[in-house]
C-alpha cells in the first residue's frame, strides 16, 4: 500500500513538473508573440514626427496636410490644396503598417474613380521615407523627407507625360 502510494504520489508530482515546465513554455511562448507584435509596428512609430499640421504656400496656391495617430499602427490624415479659394485637390491619406510592411493608402476623389492606391514603403532612413507603386500612371514614388521638427518635404514623382516629373511641397509645422 505504502509503495502504491509513493508511485501515486511521484506520478502527480511528475505530472505537475510537466505542466508547469509546458505552462512557461506558453507563457514564454505569448510574451515572444508580444515582443514580435510590438516589433512589427517600429517603422510607423519612426514616423511620429509627420502627427500634426502641415502647411506649404507658393505664389500660385496653398497646400495643407494633416495627421494624427489612429493607433499604434495606423496614422490617418487628409491633404488638399487651395487655389485662390478654391480647392482644386482633396485626398484622405492612411499610413497603415501591417506585419513588416509599411504602407501609404490615398484616396483622391476626382482620380482613380475615388478608390484607394497604395504605395509601399521601399527604402527609408531616419529622416527619409520612400514609398513607391510602379504600376501607377502618376505618380509612382511619394517621398517624406523630415528636415526639421518643423519643417519636412514631401514629393511626388514619376513619368507623366513621357517625361520624369518631381513636384515639391516644401511644408512647415503649423499645430
Known amino acids: 500500500m505504502?509503495?502504491?502510494?509513493?508511485?501515486?504520489?511521484?506520478?502527480?508530482?511528475?505530472?505537475m513538473a510537466v505542466s508547469c515546465n509546458s505552462f512557461k513554455k506558453d507563457e514564454t511562448k505569448e510574451l515572444l508573440s508580444e515582443e514580435e507584435t510590438t516589433d512589427k509596428y517600429n517603422q510607423i512609430k519612426e514616423m511620429d514626427w509627420l502627427i500634426g499640421e502641415w502647411q506649404s504656400h507658393s505664389s500660385s496656391n496653398n497646400t495643407t496636410e494633416v495627421w494624427k495617430k489612429a493607433d499604434d499602427s495606423t496614422f490617418v490624415g487628409y491633404g488638399y490644396t487651395l487655389k485662390d479659394r478654391d480647392t482644386i485637390s482633396f485626398e484622405?491619406?492612411?499610413?497603415?503598417?501591417?506585419?513588416?510592411?509599411?504602407?501609404?493608402?490615398?484616396?483622391?476623389?476626382?482620380?482613380?474613380?475615388?478608390?484607394?492606391?497604395?504605395?509601399?514603403?521601399?527604402?527609408?532612413?531616419?529622416?527619409?521615407?520612400?514609398?513607391?507603386?510602379?504600376?501607377?500612371?502618376?505618380?509612382?514614388?511619394?517621398?517624406?523627407?523630415?528636415i526639421s521638427e518643423d519643417s519636412i518635404k514631401a514629393e511626388i514623382s514619376g513619368i507623366s507625360n513621357g517625361e520624369t516629373a518631381i513636384v515639391e511641397f516644401p511644408m512647415v509645422r503649423k499645430k
Open 92 to 146: 484622405d491619406i492612411v499610413l497603415d503598417q501591417r506585419g513588416d510592411s509599411l504602407h501609404y493608402i490615398v484616396t483622391t476623389r476626382y482620380q482613380n474613380d475615388a478608390k484607394p492606391v497604395s504605395f509601399t514603403l521601399k527604402s527609408f532612413t531616419a529622416n527619409k521615407y520612400i514609398f513607391e507603386n510602379l504600376k501607377h500612371d502618376f505618380p509612382t514614388r511619394i517621398t517624406y523627407h523630415k
Open 2 to 15: 505504502k509503495t502504491k502510494f509513493t508511485f501515486f504520489a511521484s506520478a502527480i508530482v511528475l505530472l
